[in-house]
């Protein structure tokens, strides 16, 4: 079974611009996540979808940041105007239920660099 | 604020040594799970220890918690080059949500 991917791997964009972001979780799974690590700082919370609802946004730094789940299947994020604060690595996670404790599968991570 | 911290940031020893890494959080908490990174790779899941346990072993890895403390260790016992990653703390909550929150991270270098 495939795991949780994402892509691209790397982007280089320079400030200004857009970058979007995608992540396919584990089929089945209706729960998806969004985390960033930041310069080495700790992972953050971004966002918790469900289905194709969003559950709970509460760690979206500011409306640069857009997340969608048309269908409920694959997520996209998209940052825009990009700045430089940006940079880090975005991961992506899936879990099967929603309840406290259940296991999240993660993604190998998106690099972004804003120059 | 930062939910968990852990301790020491970076840990340097030699195959077949013990290493020991510590996370202090500040809020009550549901569970605390370890997760590894490798580089360039995406967390893997090690170990889950729920608020009403206290330790909890798995292969080569052990895991206390301590709620009065609020800390958490991570033990790994006779350490192999393979190792080698970033290890991070993350707490889940109660409520319904799952979301995690994690530390810093400990860079674990184990050499041969």
């Avoid at chain 1, 940006?86 to 259940?102: K, W």
């Avoid at chain 2, 895991?63 to 609020?70: A, G, I, N, R």
Wanted: proline content about 3%; hydrophobic content about 30%.
């Amino acid at each position: 079974e495939a795991g949780v991917t994402q892509f691209p791997s790397h982007s280089v964009i320079e400030k200004g611009q857009t970058v979007t972001l995608r992540c396919d979780p584990i089929s089945g799974h209706d729960n998806l996540y969004w985390y960033r690590r930041v310069m080495g700082k700790e992972i953050k919370f971004l966002l918790h979808f469900v289905k194709e609802s969003k559950q709970d946004e509460s760690g979206m730094p500011n409306n640069r940041f857009l997340a969608e789940r048309t269908g409920g299947t694959y997520s996209t994020l998209k940052v825009q105007p990009a700045e430089l604060e940006d940079s880090g690595v975005y991961f992506c996670a899936s879990s099967q239920a929603r309840t406290s404790g259940t296991l999240q599968f993660f993604g190998p991570g998106t690099r972004l660099t804003v120059l | 604020s930062q939910q968990g911290e852990e301790d020491p940031q970076a840990l340097s020893i030699q195959e077949g040594e013990n290493a020991t890494m510590n996370c202090s959080y500040k809020t009550s908490i549901n569970n605390l799970q370890w997760y590894r990174q490798n580089s360039g790779r995406g967390l893997v899941h090690l170990i889950l220890i729920r608020s009403n346990e206290r330790e909890k072993h798995s292969g080569r890895l052990r895991v206390t918690l301590d709620t009065s403390k609020k800390s958490s260790s991570l033990l790994i016992t006779a350490s192999r080059a393979a190792d080698t990653a970033s290890y991070f703390c993350a707490t889940g909550f109660s409520g319904g949500y799952n979301k995690l929150i994690f530390g810093a991270g400990t860079r674990l270098a184990v050499h041969p």
